[in-house]
């Protein structure tokens, strides 16, 4: 804190359960009989808070869709827009998890499924179906995963997806609350300016309880509801998407 006296509280609580989870890993291999972090209290006034992302602006959007993108992280950034998808949840998806609701439309499901490499969803409320905008052009269809991110030892690759594009969105913007995570903040917004329901909006970003495993399939929630909102959300900028 003294190098770095604006570091961000969530940052400092995030290095905090890394050094728990390190010392744990040590505990069980003999390496450690402590935990020194265990515990830790943060002395009030400690670290800055947190400002939350800037969302996108149709500007920011030309801009970032004119940049040369390799067609992996144009595709990663595209599904972004047009779903709201959180980074780790796209960064392990399968191709056997987009399916086609008959002849109406494709989705993305992250519903339990045994027969499917796991779903890196958030909690519970995150386990959903989302309709996939037409404007989203995907590429031929292969079998297994979609990105060849590395895994890590959590068995997430949200790091090294984070690390081929948010580099290069600093370059563009230089601004460090305008982010991956900013184009789920750009997807809300739009989505909400077509006239959808906050408690059907909740369902498709995956926020609280209104995850699909929580039983809303009633009340407006079923996914063909969903579908008539995510199409009415326009996005342009996914017109020229390179093939991969």
Sequence with gaps: MEEFPNRAKRTLRDYNWGMNTF???????GLMDSKPFFGLSFPRGLGAPSKGWRPFTDKDLDKIFAYNWNPQEHLLISMALSTGMRMGEMALLTWERIKGHGNHFNFVTLLDDPELFDAATKNEGSKRLIPLNNSLQLPRRREGRIFDYSID????????AGRAINPILKKLFNDDRKAFHSFRSTFKIKLDETGITNELS????GHGSYG???????????????????????????????NG
């Design 153 to 160: 030892g959590y068995g997430l690759a949200s790091t090294s």
């Design 202 to 205: 909740d369902v498709i970003m």
């Design 212 to 242: 699909d495993n929580a039983g809303q399939f009633y009340r407006g929630m079923k996914p063909e509801n969903r579908n008539e909102f995510i199409q009415k959300v326009e996005l342009p900028w996914l017109k020229d998407t390179p």
């Design 23 to 29: 010392t744990d890993f040590c505990i069980t291999n």
